[in-house]
């Protein structure tokens, strides 16, 4: 039974080792630059002037939400004692599957923000309809607007060979000042963790927008072991052994340097330690979290995953397993005609080239798989590659719990060889 007695918890704080709380800016590590150039953009907006469009890109977890978010804070309470009213619109495109989902996304972030009606339904009208009450309340409740739209590449949209959604909305919003649909000063920042974003951009959108970039590089232990150490005081003063923050920077570091992740193994060994009374926070509760999250991380992901997603994954697992190439990476092009290849034999419904991209794309947020662009040389094309973290032999047959796939598991020989003539014929062309 539940008692008041054992050992008082290792957090005095725990708040200060959630992912999403907003910190100080003295907690900030490292980011000066950043920092710098992203208020030296936005400084024009408290001169009655309209900033810059922006690009903040780099891998994940190293501080870009956090410097635009620090920021735009800021821009508010300065904008809100000189009686003019800023709004930051931000919504993260991950989940968002169509350009008129996102229109709505924006205008229900709006709404929420100063109270008022959504006022339009989410379904049974046009895209168009939706941006016009976007602009409304915006000119309604705003002097002046800035977009953050956290991981944009992922808004890819539904439809092939059509201009991506993303291309859409960044031209829609980058222009709604210079057409006058929005009175006030708007500027757009786009949060992306993929370097090459701007290639895949719609020339005209790539001209309305025209972002000035601020680039987030990895952090590095020592970076990381500060990061931590600024958050020290989440914990009891002496319920963090020594040994915990360079062990969890450590960690960290060899995952990409994502602060996330750092943040999340070192509250992870904090719940550890309460959890089994032990009153501190030791080398071995880091290193068993650490085992927990790599365990959990994939199996849940797995499970959650819709059957499309399972599938595009599972092709790709299976190139890497399969291929009798030295590099088990996967060329997205191989990946899509597996996958389309797994469909047909499941009769499934097939997703375009793009979508298959994206769902595998997604994965690598997780850090289960890390994505690089490449080029086939002159006039051959980009395409992304794709190598998994952990064992794709482990992640095929997580996926095969699936009633579905089973039935292409039987079929393992057949797979195989399906999967190295179209590595050969890939690499020949
Ligand atoms: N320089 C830093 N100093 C202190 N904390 C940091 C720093 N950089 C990142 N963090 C913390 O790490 C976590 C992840 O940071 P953030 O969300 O800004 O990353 P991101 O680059 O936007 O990642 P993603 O691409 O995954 O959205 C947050 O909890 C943030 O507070």
């Known amino acids: 039974m539940l008692d008041d007695e054992g050992e008082a918890s290792v957090f ?26 992203v208020v030296s953009f936005l400084k024009p907006t408290l001169q009655g002037n309209r900033p810059p469009n922006m690009l903040l890109y780099g891998p994940a977890g190293t501080g870009k939400s956090l410097i635009i ?19 930051v619109i931000d919504i993260n ?12 996304e924006l205008i229900q972030t709006v709404a929420m923000d100063v109270g008022a009606d959504i006022g339009v339904p989410e379904t049974g009208v046009s895209t168009k309809r939706k941006y016009r009450r976007l602009y409304n309340l915006i000119n309604r409740h705003y002097d002046s607007v800035i977009f953050i739209l956290d991981e944009i590449d992922l808004l890819v949209g539904r439809r092939a060979n059509d201009e991506p959604a993303y291309s859409k909305l960044l ?6 000042s210079n057409t006058d649909e929005i009175e006030g000063r708007v500027s757009v920042a786009a949060l992306t963790n993929d370097p090459k974003f701007m290639e895949d951009i719609d020339g005209r959108a790539e001209s309305s927008f025209n972002p000035r970039d601020v680039y987030f590089p990895d952090y590095d232990a020592t970076q990381l072991r500060e990061i931590l150490g600024n958050r020290r005081d989440a914990f009891r003063k002496d319920a963090l052994d020594d040994d915990v923050i360079p062990l969890v920077a450590a960690f960290a570091a060899q ?59 599972y092709a790709t697992a299976a190139v890497a397993n399969y291929s ?18 797994v469909t047909d034999e499941l009769d499934a419904d097939q997703m375009t080239r793009e979508t298959y991209v994206k769902y595998v794309k997604e994965l690598s947020t997780y ?9 086939r040389g002159r006039g051959g094309g980009m395409y992304m590659e794709f190598t998994f973290t952990g064992d794709p ?21 057949l797979l195989r060889t399906v999967i190295n003539s179209q590595l050969q014929q890939f690499h020949e062309q």
């Open 69 to 87: 978010g620090a920021v735009t804070q800021q821009i508010i309470e300065l904008c809100q004692s000189k009686g003019e009213r800023f709004g």
């Open 255 to 313: 995952s990409h340097g994502d602060a996330r992740k750092a943040i999340d193994l070192f509250r992870g060994a904090g719940d550890l330690a309460d959890e089994r009374g032990d009153g501190e926070v030791r080398e071995n509760h880091v290193r068993e979290s650490q085992e927990e999250i790599d365990k959990d991380r994939s199996l849940k992901l797995v499970e959650g995953l819709t059957t499309q997603k399972k599938i595009s994954l």
């Open 367 to 375: 850090g289960l798989v890390s994505t690089a662009r490449k080029s």
């Open 393 to 413: 032999a482990a992640m095929m047959t997580r996926i095969i719990d699936d009633t579905r796939l089973e039935a292409i598991a039987e079929q393992e020989e």
């Open 93 to 104: 495109c991950q989940p968002i599957n169509t350009l008129d989902q996102a229109v709505y």
């Open 12 to 37: 005095v704080n725990r708040d200060l080792v959630e992912p999403d709380t907003i910190i100080d800016e003295e907690r900030i590590v490292g980011r000066d630059d950043q920092l710098e150039s």
């Open 324 to 341: 009798n190439r030295p590099r088990s990476s996967v060329p997205s092009p191989v990946g899509f005609t597996v996958y389309q290849w």
């Open 171 to 176: 031209y829609q919003l980058s222009r709604a």
